[in-house]
């Protein structure tokens, strides 16, 4: 009962993040700085043949010509691209065969975490490709997938393996002069995950991996190179928590699916990354390019939860190339403190009856600016085009804002196209009538934000749903007062 | 002669900075407003026209407009006969007229006033000292940050409408403003400036039309400054239905203080390039700002929509409902912009923007977007694009009314709700009237 509001508002500004530690792994990091030399030397570290290290190089002189982009709704330092460095693996035996050999000290992180590998692969039964930094380090249920010819592994395995793949599905959905951090992800890229799903085949599991930043000063450059072959289905869930650190670590990832005819891919994010602190001092920068192109009859959906970073700009998005495909896109984007996201998706409808929908739910708290920006693109063959969009916003305080830059382009007459979006705040009768069946307003709020978002949390595979939910209450903790 | 040089290939752009001198030789420089008037010419110097990177103007391109060879200052005063520009006034209503010709105030043609309320023309507004202290006020206030356009047009103002409505003053008949363009000489380029102050607790309802009667080019870009007081109630109305030659810029700056009402409603039928720059600046609470808007195009006709609302004060409300039909290769671009300050707690602000595609070959882009900084507030915004009901039109037709006939009055009922809220009912039958002639069809709507 002494427990006032007050305190419980002192408590929450001073709570630091949860997952703010750092793991105590030596590692094995290139000087900072960008130049060929460095572009070469990832390349040799990682033992990839010549084709891939022209790919690379060719990147690289086509970024020095760009400029960042400046369009967004978010206002950010310039990352001095020099004073990153770029490469950066977990030192030890390059290879491990059984969880045994990983290091004792990284195991302990993932437990931290609450991913006990031996846990999840009991009871989950989901395969986790553990990215610490950049570099795999353990790969699990692989011999599971490859009995169905699923190949699940790290892109620069891949790249070795399975060069035919990689060659001819790299950098085709994704170009490479794409965008300004596509570009440098494309000449720097350090690892990823690569997942090839044969023809007919039905994924038996949740693929997911888990991306953490952890090195000091290090960029995170992940690719992620996802090929459903013809009528087949995959689920792939991806999430992220990083240690708490004062100078902005930079993440430019480019994430590429392929459906290819009557395929189905289902991609899940929750992204929990340090968000910066209450002053808005650190915290990640997550400029990230994720796309997928739909063949005939195929289907993408995308769902995504995003309560850290610092700045956030991503756009995952769909090219509904074939005819009857289909395109989804979920989100819930958070921001709390000074965070900022700018983020939503583009669907561009190239092939006859293509459909897509549109679901974003945006909640600002803090200082936070939370934008929309969106892309319905209708083109003049594409007969019987259906979208539906709906963003919705919340608002928390008069501090923070809501934004939405949503852009249709209709160019053909059987084209059906609705967009909805609302901007409100939490009704007080809402929390009044919690309040007087005894739930606290922390409690009310976070029931009524669940309440708000459960359209998109729904979409979330099981074992992520839990998870987001508990993230959304974490995040915004402390956003009333 | 400025503008005689038919041979040059100046780019309009420079064109208009260098003929700047001339057009100074042909106005007051002593006065105060020409200090405006050069600042606003550098402004343009440095920004120039703009073009398709700059994201106001990422759907409409002014290039093919800006190719042509406009003669800037018309040389002589056109004389026009009332019977042959008849069909564009309103019928049988008593009104106030202002009435340009190419650029030059038709007194004959014109009915103005001075007694209480002053509704006359910006070259004496400007001129005469008993209009300084208004002038003063209020001339260029509110677009002082305009774009290249409106600076454009500040640093070439001369002639427009000048309507002062004082204190608790109820304009018991409507303005008309119609400018029109004979264009006999060549292509012509206009940039008329109309000013509008509504005092305290004043009404006004003001028609205004841009009308070209030649096949030449015509360019026009207007500037029209309104500012509306407390507890006064502003009806505008534009209508936009000129021939295919002539393209229009027009940039509305509205500045409202607190309790007053203003509605601004825009048909657009005709034109080339139509593009509405509409401002809306709320500087007071309990302001209610409204635009609605019909556009029904077809051929290659391009209407351009940006409306821009700056909720600034609290307990505030606007409205917005556009319409779009869209056949032939037309293109349509919607662009509105809300913006709640964070003080602007309890703002209401609704958009809506409904367009139906007729043709394949028809376009729509449309980007509603909501700025929004305050919490306490009600604010949504939705956007259709679709076609017509194929049951309706099924059923219609089944009842024996041609396919025509049928399309016709189900894009009518479309976009009747935005004709309702019209109040002055010969301009009402007028707009019908247009609409059926737009769609081809010989009904009267009056169901």
Redesign the interface.
Known sequence: MAYTEEELKKELETKEYEYGFVTDIESDTFPVGLNEGIVKAISKRKEEPEWMTDWRLKAFKSWQEMEEPKWANVKYPKPDFQKISYYSAPKGKDKYNSLDEVDPELLKTFEKLGISINEQKKLTGVAIDIVVDSVSVATTFKETLSKKGIIFCSISEAIKNHPDLVKKYIGSVVPQKDNFYATLNSAVFSDGSFCYIPKGVRCPMELSTYFRINQAGTGQFERTLVIADKDSYVSYLEGCTAPSRDENQLHAAVVELVALDGAEIKYSTVQNWFPGNKNGKGGVFNFVTKRGICHTNSKISWTQVETGSAVTWKYPSCILKGDNSIGEFYSIAVTNNYQQADTGTKMIHIGKNTKSTILSKGISAGKSQNSYRGLVQINAKAENARNFSQCDSLLMGNKCGAHTFPYIEVKNKTAIVEHEASTSKIGEDQIFYCNQRGIDTEQAIALIVNGFSKEVLNKLPMEFAVEAQKLLEISLEGSVG | MIGSNKKTTMPLADKLVSSFLAFELDIDIQSPVHNIRTDAIKKFEKLGFPHRKL?AWKYTSLNKLLKEDYTLFSKKKNVLDFKNVKDFFLDNTESYKLIFVDGFFDSFLSQTSHEKVDVCIMSAALSKAKYTSIIKKYFNKSIEKGDSLSQLNTAFSKEGAYIHVPKNIILEKPIEIIHFATGNESALMLQPRNLIVLEEGAQAEIIESHQSLTDNPIFTNSVSEIFVSKNAHLDYYKIQNDRLSSSLIDNTYISQERDSNSKIHTFSFGGKLTRNNLNYYQKGSYINSTMKGITIIDDKQLVDHHTLVDHANPNCESHQDYKGIYSGSSTGVFNGKIVVD??A?KTNAFQKNN?I???????????????????????????????LDQDALFYLRARGIPKKEAEALLTYAFANNVLESVNIPALKSKIKKIIANKLGVEIGFDL
């Open positions: 994201e964070k003080i707690q367009n595609l007729l043709n394949d070959k028809s376009t729509i882009n449309s980007k509603p977007q909501l700025e929004i900084f305050a919490d306490d507030v009600k604010c949504s915004h939705g956007c259709t694009i679709g076609q």
